[in-house]
């Protein structure tokens, strides 16, 4: 057996080595109002989400009209 004390521990490292910071957007950040669209219209696709979900477990018969489902 090969002595713990004489191997280097090898890790895997957690992130990769990036010479420069990474540019998400190549355009100028999203102004306020583009945001406050962009965020009501999440809110609203999420809640539209709920609300199917919800009727769907009421009513599972809705699944055979479903286009989600094919």
Do not use: C, H, W
């Amino acid at each position: 057996a090969i002595p713990v004390s004489t191997m280097p521990l090898q890790r895997k490292k957690s992130l990769p080595d990036v010479a420069g910071p990474i540019q998400l957007t190549a355009t100028s950040p999203l102004s306020r109002e583009e945001v406050s669209v962009l965020s009501s219209m999440r809110r609203e696709e999420i809640r539209r989400q709920i609300d199917e979900s919800e009727r769907l477990r009421a009513n599972p018969f809705l699944y055979l009209v479903s286009p989600q489902v094919k």
